[in-house]
Every structure is written in C-alpha cells, then in structure tokens.
C-alpha cells in the first residue's frame, strides 16, 4: 500500500523548491484537508509519517467523537516518523487508507516498543468500526499479533477504505513510527532485523562471558566491572528495543517501565567502576579523584530516581546526568591518555563511539534529529564498536601485564645471572632495551661525575679483577697515582668551580695519553687520579707518567678564573701479581712512590724502587 500521491525520486534542487513551495502554500493556508487519503499500489513497505495529520489534546481528554466532530483544527506532519520528544499531552493521528488491488491482508506497524498507551480506531466506510487498545502499560498478551512492536491487522477487500485514527500517550519520547506492510514482506524483514540483532546480543555476550573468565582466571576487578557494565548496556538496549518485555517479562508492566532506566544508571555505575581502575582516575589528580566520587555518588543516586521517581521526571534527569557523565568520561581519558596509560587510547576511541551514538539517541528522543534507521541503531552501532575496542584494550592489558612480568624476570636474572639468553622470542626487544638500560645506569654508578672518568668503587673492583687475571698468567700490571700539584691553592685563590674545571680538563688529558681498551683512568679522589696499565713493563709504564706529566704541563688550562698553568707528580708500581700481594697494597706502593715525587719537588714521575724518570720538570 501506498499513498494517493506516491513519492518520486527527484533531485535535490528540485525537491528543495517544492519544500518551498509547499512551506509558502502552508503559511498561506492555515487549515489542510481533512484527511490524507492515500491507495495501496503493489509495494511491500509503505512509511506512513508524511501521510498523517495530527491533533494535540494537552489534557488527554478528547474523546473519538471530539476529534471527529470537525471543531478541531488538525495540522499535517511534515517528518518522515511523528516525533514529539517527551511531553505530557495526549496527541491524535488519522489518516485513510484505501485498497485497489486483490490483496486483502495488510499489517499496520507502530516501530517504537516503549508507547505508553496507544488507542487504534479502524472505521471502514461500510462496517463496523475496530478498536485496539495497546502500549507498554498493557498486558503484552493483549496485544492482537505478539510482536516486540505494535502490529494491526488490517483486513480491505478491493477498493475498500478504512479511516484509521491513533490516540499516543507516554511518558518515553513520543515516537510513532507508522508502517504498512504487505504480511509477508514483513514477515522477511522481520526476520532479517531478528537475525542482525540476535547477532548483536550474541556477539556481545560472547565478548562478556570472554571477560567474565578471564576475571574467574585472573581475579582482576576491572574484567567483572566491564562485565557488568556490558550486561547493563545489554539490558538497557534491550529493554529500549522491547525484547525483554516480549520474552522475559511479559506481565511486569511497572517493572517494564522501570528496567529502562534502572539498567541506564547500573551502566552509568558500572562504567565508572571500570573506567575508575582502568584508567587509574584516582592518581591523575586530586580534581580527577573528587569527581569521580563524585559521579559514583551520582550514579547511585540516578538509580534510587529511577527506581521511585516517575519515568517522565526521572527520564529527564538521568538522560543530562548520563550525558555529562559521557563527557567527563572522554576528559579522563585523555588525561589518562596524557600521563603516559598508553591503552586510555582505546578507552577515548571507544568512549568517543559511545558517546556518539548515545548523543544520536538522546537528540532523537528528544526531537531534535530525524527518526531513522541511523538514529534508531546508533546506540547498538557504537555501544558494539566501545564492547569490542575496550575488550581489546583489556587484552592488551593482559599482554602489558604479561611483558611487565617477564621484564621483571629478565630483570632478576640479568642481576644474578649476568644476563640471560633463553628467554621467550616475543620479548627479545624488551628484553635489549632492558639490557641497555641498566648498561646505561651501571656506566652511570660506575663513572664519576665531575671528571668523566670511572670512580673509586669501580677502580677497586677492576684492579680486583686484573691482578686475579695477571696472578693466574704470571703477567705484570702497573698502577700510577697521580696527584694535581699544590691543587689546595687554587680553590683557595680561584674558587672551587674553577678548581673543577681544572680536574675536568687535567681528567681529559690523562683520557687521552690511553691507547689500549684495557688502560684504565679514573678519579681516586680529591684531586688523585689513578691509571691502570695491565699486561706493561716499567718501561712502558714510566713512558706513559711521562706523558701525562708533560701533557698536563704543556698547555695552560682554561677555566673560569682565565688560564692557570698546573703541574701533576706521578708514582707508579709495576710487578707480577703473586703470593698474598693483593691489590690495595699495590697501590699503597704506588701512593708511596707519588709521595716520593711530591718529597722531591713535585711535577715528576717516581716509582716505587725509587728509580725517577728525571728530576724537574724539563731536566734530562
């Protein structure tokens, strides 16, 4: 069935033009006519929503007679499906239909589950009229076809013509999505909706009982709150759709009412429980803390006003409440996002689809977009697109939490075992970077930090090792202390920072007079430096003290107090590692040999045989 003047496909200039015009004719014609009579050409579906006329009745009390008595003036619907939002008024719709063909069975659809009361008047030019009485506060078994939605049988023999009138009532959005179906197009279609959805539920309960054990696996809160604010979103949808009063509980009419919003503020709860412990909102700041409890509190008082308010109240205050809740959600997570929680992105990106499709419902519901198929499934299409992405973001938490584990493994083993090649493939990258990093911080420990050059405590534990080396070969080590000569003078004269940027520059040149990877300079302290030569003679070694003396001696040393030219005195002790000799007392020879230097005028190199590799400076 279709309306007497059926709708052509026209373009859009075209089309914005007879909008116009037809805008321009209404302004000048305050009444339209009576009734939109239209006939049933051989189409399966027919929306009716441009084809009706309207009466609103503020104090619900016209009667049939009172709309039919001609004394009210009855306006045309201009919208694809009727939409009043929320209102308190009773409203009336009529429209004639009329069948040319041999078919004689047709269905009546009203698409929207949560009408309060919906009177259907069917008064035929010849016969006896029919009335249906229907709605949501009505026994679901009462109604004529058992169907989530409002089905009317509408029985026309050839060229018959039946007036039908609509009397809509509600405390929900006044939605009336009007349908004519040929039985079995719908029936079809129905089918192919009942399928779409079916897999909606069951893919999202799939995801839930997913996460469900992971929780009974892992005891870890944040998977039940997800579970459970799932399973809300699930019951609300639902609920919105008419499953549940269709299939669960068909004679609860008061609990019917009250389950929409009921499982509205437990998603509200539950959601942020979740976002709560998946986002970590308690250490981003205090701000974020206080309003989280905030909305906890808020979300336990939506749920104390759905359960005791009426609907038509309690309706207007949950839905800004969930609005502003989806709002501060999407802030916290890019907070999250901004301290660093790498999987807050997944929480935005999914929240974002939420809050998207949950803005479309409310902008629907309340007039303010176009009843349709996107408005009608834009919560199910962004509640499944936010099921999915948040529960990849908790498997990839569990990934996270599974490579923080086996970091802290790598960790304990590179401590104990001075690192561990077998661990998994999967983690090989972390497993380097690992490495790399405690390099980095065991070079940090190890070096000293004013000069560059290692520190006493790794001195100590390199010479322990390179006399058990050299005792075990029967090769010679050789250490030289080396002492910046009368260095008190110059912080007492120029100030500390200039007496380190002379250790600075006098660490660089020992630094540089190292030719071979095994050579050790470092800080013994104060103003003592110490080198290790492993594997040299005293040959070798007196060659290298000389070196750095005359290196430190060349060149003036710039710092901050302008060029100071510094002398070093060298003490050196060269021999083969053996019997109880161990490494400090090596170095006491080679500190004594220092003394000697210093005892014979300073700015010279002396060993610990007392042999000198000259006197003075620049003597032979």
């Known amino acids: 069935m279709t309306p ?17 015009l037809i805008w321009l004719w209404t302004l000048a014609a305050p009444r339209v006519l009576a009734a939109t009579l239209f006939d049933t050409p051989a189409l399966d579906k027919t929306p009716l929503g441009h084809n009706v006329e309207f009466l609103e009745d503020p104090d619900g009390m016209l009667s049939l007679d009172d709309v039919r008595s001609g004394q009210h003036e009855w ?48 008064i035929p030019v010849h016969g006896e009229p029919t009335h249906y009485l229907m709605g949501d506060k009505q026994p679901f078994a009462q109604r004529p076809i058992q169907h989530r939605h409002f089905l009317v049988p509408l029985t026309l023999a050839q060229g018959e013509q039946v007036s039908v009138y ?7 959005s006044v939605q009336v999505p009007l349908i004519l179906w040929n039985p079995s197009a719908f029936q079809m279609e129905d089918i192919g909706h009942s399928v779409a959805e079916g897999i909606y539920y069951g893919g999202v309960l799939i995801i839930a009982l997913y996460n469900l054990l992971l929780y009974l696996l892992l005891g870890e809160r944040t998977y039940l709150y997800y579970v459970a604010n799932v399973l809300s979103m699930l019951m609300f949808i639902a609920c919105l759709h008419g499953w549940t009063f269709q299939f669960l509980w068909p004679h609860a009419i008061y609990w019917n009412d009250t389950s929409i919003l009921f499982f509205l503020s437990t998603l509200l709860i539950f959601a942020w429980a979740f976002t709560c412990r998946f986002l970590d909102t308690l250490n981003i700041s205090r701000l974020f803390a206080s309003a989280h409890y905030l909305a906890m ?25 969930a609005a502003v809740s989806c709002v501060w959600g999407m802030i916290s997570g890019f907070a999250s996002w901004h301290k660093g929680n790498h999987s807050a992105r997944y929480y935005v990106l999914a929240w974002s689809l939420m809050l998207v499709g949950g803005v479309v419902m409310a902008l629907s519901k309340n007039h303010l977009l176009p009843r349709n198929l996107i408005t009608d499934y834009a919560t199910q299409i962004g509640s499944l697109l936010e099921v999915l992405l948040l529960s990849f973001a908790l498997a990839e938490r569990i990934n996270q939490e599974r490579a923080l584990r086996l970091q802290a493994q790598q960790e304990a083993l ?20 690992l490495e790399e990093a405690n390099r980095k911080l065991q070079d940090l420990s190890d070096t000293d930090q004013l000069t560059g050059l290692k520190n006493r405590r790794f001195l100590n534990s390199y010479l322990d090792k390179e006399f058990s080396r050299a005792a075990r070969y029967g090769h010679p080590v050789a250490v030289l202390m080396i002492d910046v000569d009368h260095f008190k003078s110059v912080n007492d004269n120029y100030g500390h920072l200039a007496g380190d940027d002379c250790l600075q520059e006098t660490a660089n040149r020992i630094r540089q007079q190292m030719r071979w990877p095994s050579d050790l300079a470092a800080r013994y302290g104060g103003e ?8 040299t003679t005293l040959e070798g070694a007196l ?30 002790q060269v021999g083969n590692p053996r019997g109880s000799l161990d490494a400090g007392q090596f170095v006491d020879q080679a500190d004594a040999a220092l003394y000697q230097a210093k005892q014979r005028g300073r700015n010279r190199v002396a060993h610990s045989m007392g042999a000198s590799s000259g006197l003075a400076a620049g003597e032979a």
């Open 166 to 172: 609509l009397r809509v009532a509600s405390t929900s």
């Open 543 to 572: 060659t290298v003290a000389e070196r750095i003396r005359a290196r430190v001696e060349a060149t003036p040393i710039s710092s901050r107090a302008g060029d100071l030219r510094l002398t070093v005195s060298v003490g050196l």
């Open 297 to 321: 509190s808020g979300s336990f008082l939506m749920l104390g006003i759905a359960l005791t308010l009426p609907y038509d109240i309690a309706i207007r205050i949950i839905i800004p409440f």
């Open 414 to 433: 590179t401590v104990q075992r001075q690192a561990n090649e077998a661990l998994e493939q999967r983690v090989a990258e972390r497993t380097l970077a």
């Open 528 to 535: 003592e430096f110490c080198v290790v030569l492993p594997e």
């Open 4 to 20: 007497l003047h059926p709708k052509k496909t026209l373009s859009l200039p075209f089309l914005l033009l007879m909008t116009a």
């Open 75 to 122: 306006r045309s619907s201009k919208d694809e499906v009727f939409n009043r939002g929320y209102n308190r008024s009773a409203w009336w719709l009529r429209f004639d239909v009329r069948n040319p063909h041999l078919q004689d069975h047709w269905l009546l659809e009203i698409a929207y589950a949560v009408l309060d009361h919906i009177d259907i008047h069917l």
